[in-house]
């Protein structure tokens, strides 16, 4: 194994995990592929990976210290598969949690990890289905060492400088935030900091949303007829991309979408939510710190499951967007 280049398993090969396994590649480094659809194994085997058929040939297929990089959903399928992975590995062996589990659980794992001579890491992951060009940015919980020494992964995962402007007064300090990775703390820190961007990510998202909807309802027959004005939402959100204070990357996925359609037909507005909205707000609640916005915004994604709006189709939207995420059939 060369200085830079390093082998692991990626568990879990869906919208995040194949694209996480393509950059690794990409970057040098060896991937061993599993999920238990055969299917995306095979895809990415025929890429350049190691495909097998069971976690028994995961760790058949790794040389110690053992690197598995977990990309499933949160909850039981997670849950059962670092449990396997803690019993089939041998002390050394690192266990990368890289999806949205409750920092709590982190924790927990953490302990039991090391009750059997295992590393436990938790990676709060954000790029969506962009991140395989655009790089994602990595917040990482774990103790110092075992983190170290898988930086080369996150090194390469990560999004690097790109065009971005340093920001004055950094210099001379740990670059690694720069280059869009971070160690958070120790274990649950990296999903903690990942649940609160996943929270404000919410407030964003709900306030273009709701001026979005300010916007088209200017043209209600409902006003009077010398207020109305039918403006244009895809040249709206194109101009404010460009130069406003309220740029970002989700105005520039509300622009995409609108160019694409400008009333969002294929949106119903049924917003769902994958939990860390409410566990950003529980923990609010925990240090009674006032969320207000926060908290709105989650509400405002359970009003839209029995009315919808088009703010609701532009929140789906971007959902879709950044993250692929498809609605729920009600």
Same mark, same amino acid.
């Given at each position: 194994?060369? +200085?830079?280049?390093?082998?692991?398993?990626?568990?879990?090969?869906?919208?995040?995990?194949?694209?996480? #396994?393509?950059?690794?590649?990409?970057?040098?480094?060896?991937?061993?592929?599993?999920?238990?659809?055969?299917?995306?194994?095979?895809?990415?085997?025929?890429? /350049?990976?190691?495909?097998?058929? #069971?976690?028994?040939? +995961?760790?058949?297929?790794?040389?110690?210290?053992?690197?598995?990089?977990?990309?499933?959903?949160?909850?039981?399928?997670?849950?059962?598969?670092?449990?396997?992975?803690?019993?089939?590995?041998?002390?050394?062996?690192?266990?990368?949690?890289?999806?949205?589990?409750?920092?709590?659980?982190?924790?927990?794992?953490?302990?039991?990890?090391?009750?059997?001579?295992?590393?436990?890491?938790?990676?709060?992951?954000?790029?969506?289905?962009?991140?395989?060009?655009?790089?994602?940015?990595?917040?990482? /919980? /774990?103790?110092?060492?075992?983190?170290?020494?898988?930086?080369?992964?996150?090194?390469?995962?990560?999004?690097?400088?790109?065009?971005?402007?340093?920001?004055?007064?950094?210099?001379?300090?740990?670059?690694?935030?720069?280059?869009?990775?971070?160690?958070?703390?120790?274990?649950?820190?990296?999903?903690?900091?990942?649940?609160?961007?996943?929270?404000?990510?919410?407030?964003?998202?709900?306030?273009?949303?709701?001026?979005?909807?300010?916007?088209?309802?200017?043209? #209600?027959?409902?006003?009077?007829?010398?207020?109305?004005?039918?403006?244009?939402?895809?040249?709206?959100?194109?101009?404010?991309?460009?130069?406003?204070?309220?740029?970002?990357?989700?105005?520039?996925?509300?622009?995409?979408?609108?160019?694409?359609?400008?009333?969002?037909?294929?949106?119903?507005?049924? +917003?769902?939510?994958?939990?860390?909205?409410?566990?950003?707000?529980?923990?609010?609640?925990?240090?009674?710190?006032?969320?207000? +916005?926060?908290?709105?915004?989650?509400?405002?994604?359970?009003?839209?499951?029995?009315?919808?709006?088009?703010?609701?189709?532009?929140?789906?939207?971007?959902?879709?967007?950044?993250?692929?995420?498809?609605?729920?059939?009600?």
């Amino acid at each position: 194994m060369g +200085v830079l280049e390093m082998r692991l398993a990626v568990i879990g090969l869906g919208r995040m995990g194949a694209n996480i #396994s393509r950059r690794l590649m990409r970057g040098g480094h060896q991937v061993v592929a599993y999920d238990r659809n055969q299917d995306s194994v095979r895809e990415l085997a025929g890429e /350049g990976a190691t495909g097998v058929a #069971s976690l028994a040939e +995961v760790v058949a297929a790794l040389d110690a210290p053992r690197i598995f990089w977990v990309m499933l959903p949160a909850g039981a399928p997670t849950e059962e598969t670092i449990a396997a992975l803690a019993a089939a590995a041998q002390p050394g062996d690192v266990i990368i949690d890289g999806g949205n589990t409750f920092f709590k659980d982190d924790i927990r794992r953490y302990r039991e990890c090391a009750g059997h001579g295992v590393h436990y890491v938790d990676v709060g992951t954000s790029g969506g289905v962009w991140g395989l060009e655009r790089g994602y940015c990595l917040m990482i /919980g /774990g103790d110092k060492q075992v983190v170290d020494l898988l930086d080369p992964i996150f090194d390469t995962l990560a999004p690097g400088y790109g065009t971005i402007p340093r920001t004055p007064g950094r210099d001379g300090g740990d670059d690694r935030a720069e280059r869009g990775y971070i160690h958070a703390g120790p274990a649950g820190a990296g999903h903690f900091v990942k649940m609160v961007h996943n929270g404000i990510e919410y407030g964003l998202m709900q306030a273009y949303a709701e001026g979005f909807d300010i916007l088209r309802g200017r043209a #209600s027959d409902k006003l009077p007829e010398d207020q109305r004005f039918t403006v244009n939402l895809p040249d709206i959100a194109e101009v404010w991309r460009r130069g406003s204070v309220i740029s970002s990357w989700l105005l520039d996925l509300c622009a995409l979408e609108l160019a694409a359609d400008h009333d969002l037909h294929q949106f119903s507005g049924h +917003v769902a939510d994958s939990g860390e909205g409410q566990w950003t707000v529980n923990a609010a609640m925990e240090e009674a710190v006032p969320a207000n +916005v926060l908290t709105a915004a989650l509400f405002a994604r359970y009003r839209s499951r029995t009315e919808d709006s088009f703010a609701d189709k532009l929140l789906s939207a971007m959902r879709f967007g950044f993250g692929g995420h498809v609605e729920i059939p009600q």
